[in-house]
């Protein structure tokens, strides 16, 4: 089993930057491709950003490319995801998941999720 937490949400305003962190206990996440996902209120929770086993491979939606950086540090258990020039629409609750392997853009392929961190941002 694979607990995780995510932290680092709140509220700013656009332009601004949040720094999103997701910990990770039971197992190490040495084996486990893992992605951040979002959902916006009345909205499907959709793809955010992925991250390979080691950090090598990254994978972006196009509404984050050059704005949301994924990042991983297996020795302390932990993904990350930085968020610079935030947009209203960037507000949602944001959900980090963890997968044995190869990562995903599918929710439904995920089996390990974390709680939520609420990210608003005020125009």
């Known amino acids: 089993q694979v607990q995780l937490v995510e932290s680092g949400g709140g509220l700013v305003q656009a332009g601004g930057s949040l720094r999103l962190s997701c910990a990770a206990s039971g197992r190490t996440l040495t084996n486990y491709a893992m992605d951040w996902f979002r959902q916006a209120p009345g909205k499907e929770r959709e793809f955010v950003a992925a991250i390979s086993l080691t950090g090598g491979n990254t994978d972006y939606a196009d509404s984050v490319k050059g704005r949301f950086t994924i990042s991983r540090d297996n020795a302390k258990n932990t993904m990350y995801l930085q968020m610079n020039s935030l947009k209203p629409e960037d507000t949602a609750v944001y959900y980090c998941?963890?997968?044995?392997?190869?990562?995903?853009?599918?929710?439904?392929?995920?089996?390990?999720w974390g709680q939520g961190t609420q990210v608003t941002v005020s125009s």
């Open positions: 998941a963890a997968k044995l392997w190869r990562s995903s853009r599918r929710s439904d392929d995920y089996g390990y």
